[in-house]
Each structure stands twice: as structure tokens, then as C-alpha cells.
């Protein structure tokens, strides 16, 4: 008899940065739950699921708010979702033996929306653990989190930051934590065939000017590669030259490395360690740390946890979620990875 379905989940951990109190003297998991017991016109936050959502300032029609959420006393954990208002969903037809298939829309029933994206989160203290989702990271939790606190409440102060920081996965080198980093190297790709008219990432244009490389930076598609660019050649047309000469079928890799040509045991390393917060929404792909014991990159340079979680067809079941959460909390504490 089959078991019940499951599926590999990436459980990242993060830390409320340390080189501030943002939160004058709370913990980010006192915080939050402050925040989710606030009064306002309709009760308390945690009350009703409205009280919770936030508007995008940009785009009336998207939406983000905190929907399932659970307070042990010891522990907060929830969920973090986003929807477009009113926005429809794409069929494809699939009939046998045809040349090409029927596409369509259909829009959400009566009092429903058709779910964008889904994330999960626990905090214990200063410890975040989440799980990210296409169009949902660990960027977006922090901006809610932000919102939540200064906003929607007045817990935290006006213009608040939650930086939530990795920590290395020196441990798979046999390290013992950022103190072992020489060096961090962060860095980024442009394809050349994002760059030329026709691609169907960007937007369809003739040619590429001044604006286009900008409007590109904006919306994340090679947002760090074009500033090194331009601190390297000084100003932002050299930089569209440069770009618009990288052949459609090549990759530009653009990286910067930070570190000690002799590091000391006593060597200060808040360098490394801001710059450990600076890279922290970074792909794995564009972040790599060299170690006294060898090199770390892509998925293994994060500390990061990797359960087999129950399904409900394609939803991750929450509670499952939470349990492994708490099992991948327990694992780094009993390892000496974190401190409780």
C-alpha cells in the first residue's frame, strides 16, 4: 500500500540582524505577536484576515497578507500569500492529435481569488525559518514584517528595518561559522539573449537605450551586474555599450570579492559579516564564500534543512510544514549550528 505523498522542501534559516535593535529590545517573535494582538477598527489584526492584508502602494490589485497563524507561547508560525485581485486564470486545452491547443481564461468564482504564491515561516526569538516560493523570498517576508510592525501598528518606529541574515554552512567544510571566511565573492549574470530585441523576457523594442538598460535594473533582471557595471566604467551609457556587445548566445558573469589576503584570528570581520546582510536576498547562484577549509557555493552555502513534507496534491500540508520546522530548529540547536 502506497504511503502518503510527500515532497523535498528547502527550510532556510535566517536570524534577525544583531548590529541594531530595531525593535527596541524585543525579540522579532515578540514583535510580530505585539503586532498581531494590536487593536484597530475591527477588533485586533490577528481577527480578521482583512485587518492583516497589505495593499501594494503600486498596483491596487496586488495583495499580501499573513493567513494562516499560530501562536504556541514558544513559537510563531504561519504562513504569507499573495494574490491579484480579480485576476484570471490561463487553460490549456489538450485534446489529442491537433496541430496546437485551445488557450483560455476563466475568472475566480464569486468570492474567491485565484492564489499567486505561498510561503511559510516560524519564529523562535531571533531565529526565522522559512520556506520561499516563485514570487514569494525571504525579501518579501521581511517587507511584510516591516509594513506589519510600522504601519499597520505602531510597534516598531517608522521606517523600521527586519534584515533577516543567513548564516554560512561553513559546517560542511568542517568549519565552525563565519569566523572561518576568508573571503565572500557575490555576483551576477546577464544573458546576452536578455539583451537583444525578440527575447521574450523583455519587453518588444527595436533597440535598446539609456532607459531600457534602467527600466531592466528596476525590475531585477540584472540589477547587480549593471551597478558593478557602472561604478566599473563610470557612467550608464558605457555600461549600455558594453551590454549591448555581449553576444545573444554568451553569459555575462559579473562577481566582486571581499576578503583578507592574511587573515588573523583577531581580524575584525564586520566587513565580511555586513556584507553577509547586503547579499542576503541573493540567489545561491550568485553567492560563494572561501573558507579555511575550501570553497562553499550554490545550495550548500546557505544552513539550510531539507525534510520531506506532506502534500495535499499540490499544497504543502501546514502542519507538516511546522513540524519540520521545529525538527529542523532542534537539529542545528543539538549540532551547535545556532544557539538556542
Known amino acids: 500500500m502506497a504511503g502518503p505523498d510527500r515532497r523535498a522542501v528547502t527550510i532556510y534559516y535566517k536570524r534577525l540582524a544583531a548590529d541594531a ?11 510580530i505577536r505585539e503586532a498581531m494582538g494590536a487593536p484597530v477598527e475591527t477588533g485586533c489584526v490577528r481577527d480578521v484576515w482583512r485587518n492583516r492584508c497589505r495593499t501594494n502602494p503600486k498596483d491596487e490589485r496586488e495583495h499580501i497578507f499573513i493567513n494562516h497563524h499560530q501562536d504556541d507561547e514558544t513559537l510563531l508560525f504561519g504562513d504569507l500569500v499573495c494574490f ?18 485551445d488557450v483560455a481564461q476563466f475568472p475566480p468564482p464569486e468570492r474567491h481569488e485565484f492564489l499567486n504564491s505561498m ?15 516563485p514570487g514569494l523570498r525571504s525579501e518579501a517576508l521581511e517587507s511584510y514584517f516591516e509594513w506589519l510592525l ?10 523600521v528595518r527586519v534584515l533577516l541574515v543567513d548564516e554560512l554552512n561553513v ?60 561604478a566599473v566604467f563610470g557612467d550608464q551609457e558605457r555600461v549600455n555599450a558594453a551590454l549591448r556587445a555581449v553576444p545573444e548566445d554568451a553569459t555575462l558573469k559579473v562577481s566582486v570579492k571581499l576578503g583578507y589576503e592574511r587573515p588573523r584570528k583577531d581580524l575584525d570581520r564586520s566587513a565580511l559579516r555586513n556584507l553577509l546582510v547586503a547579499a542576503r536576498n541573493l540567489p545561491d547562484s550568485d553567492l560563494s564564500a572561501d ?9 550548500t552555502i546557505r544552513l539550510t534543512y531539507s525534510p520531506r513534507v506532506l502534500t495535499t496534491g499540490d499544497l504543502l500540508d501546514r502542519n507538516d510544514v511546522k513540524r519540520a520546522m521545529v525538527e529542523a530548529y532542534r537539529n542545528f540547536v543539538d549540532n551547535g549550528r545556532i544557539e538556542p
Do not use: C
Open 21 to 31: 535593535d530595531p525593535l527596541n529590545g524585543r525579540t522579532l517573535e515578540q514583535a
Open 84 to 101: 491579484t485581485q480579480g485576476r484570471a486564470q490561463a487553460l490549456l486545452a489538450t485534446p489529442a492529435d491537433v496541430d496546437e491547443v
Open 119 to 133: 510561503m511559510f515561516w516560524m519564529l523562535i526569538r531571533d531565529h526565522a525559518f522559512i520556506t520561499q516560493a
Open 150 to 159: 510600522s504601519e499597520r501598528t505602531d510597534v516598531a518606529p517608522k521606517g
Open 171 to 230: 559546517a560542511v567544510n568542517g568549519g565552525a561559522g563565519v569566523d572561518d571566511v576568508k573571503a565572500i565573492t557575490i555576483g551576477g549574470r546577464i544573458t546576452g539573449a536578455a539583451l537583444h530585441p525578440g527575447h521574450t523576457v523583455l519587453p518588444a523594442r527595436t533597440r535598446y537605450e539609456q532607459r531600457d538598460v534602467a527600466e531592466l535594473t528596476e525590475n531585477g533582471d540584472m540589477g547587480f551586474a549593471d551597478r558593478i557595471l557602472r
Open 291 to 299: 573558507t579555511k577549509s575550501g570553497k562553499i557555493n550554490g545550495d
